[in-house]
C-alpha cells in the first residue's frame, strides 16, 4: 500500500474519531455524570474543541502503537527476508 493510502486512512480515522469523541460527549451518562460531579466544559458547547483534544490525544496515542507495532513488524520481516535470501527490505511507513 502506498504511503498517500495510509495517510488517508490514517486521516480517515482520525476524523472517525472526532466524530465518536463529541457523539460520546453529548451523551446522556456523560452529561448525567458531569451534571452528579458539577463539572462542565468552560467553552459554549459550538465553541468548544474538547471532542477534537480528546480525539487528537486517542488519535496520537493509537498512531504511536500501530506505527511502533508495523516497525517492529517489519524489522522482524526483515530479518526472515535477509536470512533466507540476504536481501534486506523494509515495509515501514
Known sequence: MSNHAKEAMLDNIQQNLIELMADFLDSESVKFDEAIACISDPEAKD??????????????????TMINQQNINSNENSRTIYK????????TV
Open 47 to 64: 465553541e468548544s474543541e474538547l471532542h477534537i483534544r480528546m480525539a487528537n490525544a486517542a488519535f496520537n496515542e493509537y498512531k504511536k
Open 84 to 91: 533466507k535470501t540476504g536481501n534486506c527490505r523494509s515495509n
